[in-house]
């Protein structure tokens, strides 16, 4: 029972932590273009992808 005591106000520290985070990426713009990154990665014309078939 004494865990409980430590344990739950950890848990809903940590909890308001992650959820102060999160807000901070939503504000800062991180998910702004999902997409577009993704198709950044695949699409890059710098470094083409090479298949070396010996």
């Known amino acids: ?3 409980l005591l430590w344990l739950v106000p950890i848990a ?3 909890g308001a932590v992650g959820l102060t985070l999160f807000f901070w990426t939503v504000k800062s713009g991180q ?3 999902i997409k577009g990154d ?3 990665i ?5 470094h ?3 298949h070396d078939d010996d």
Do not use: F, G, K, T
């Open 1 to 3: 029972m004494i865990a």
């Open 12 to 14: 809903l520290c940590l």
């Open 31 to 33: 998910y702004e273009d």
């Open 38 to 40: 993704a198709a950044r």
């Open 42 to 46: 695949l699409h890059s014309e710098d």
């Open 48 to 50: 083409p992808i090479v």
